[in-house]
């Protein structure tokens, strides 16, 4: 199911290592970071989050990530059908943004001075995404789940009192809002292609 992921526990950090290491390998990016103790003390222009919203930004980071990695594969496994449109673009193009917005939430978690530790999201298990219809419903499954997850880090923000973590959401929020309406278009429109051919197809 979208979304699922494990609950792995990520290393516990040492106060007497030197080092913060973290490699991630998806297939829309290659990120390294890697810091010294030191040097990530430099970066901290405000106090470290609460390990609670430290928590749920890993949580929406590691999703942005994920929802890459999927539109990535819709962009090149779907089925080119004259019956509806190529959404091959699209989903390029979402790619992109996802990633964008993933590195951004790695420099934020960073100039915090908080660790990055992502939890494992489960891969939809589909090797080829068929028509992009089949593709549009779970682009809004993978959506509507990452929209819960910045609802509940701004609710735990709130909660906490991280005004600046409200803010810096907030223009990821609005951005949902418009995928989702997008999405729901998309997916209107290849609904109602798809019925008019089935009466075309009827009607011979």
Known sequence: MPGSFSQDSCPSGNSQTPHCLLEIDLV?????VSC??????EMEDKPRLPE????AMNKVLSYELHISDAYLSMAYNSIDESVQPC???FF???ADMKRE????????LGKRGNKI???????????????GLRALECALDLEDRL???LLDLKTTASANKERDVLEFIGKYLKEQKRSTKNLQTKLKYCKEIENQAQKEEKAC
């Open 28 to 32: 829309t990016c290659h990120f390294y």
């Open 36 to 41: 010294t103790r030191h040097g990530l003390a």
């Open 52 to 55: 609670v919203c430290s928590v």
């Open 87 to 89: 959404f091959a673009t």
């Open 92 to 94: 390029e193009d979402q």
């Open 101 to 108: 917005n993933g590195k951004e939430f790695l420099e934020y």
């Open 117 to 131: 530790c992502l939890p494992v999201f489960k891969r939809p298990e589909i090797e080829n995404w068929g028509t």
């Open 147 to 149: 929209t819960t997850l």
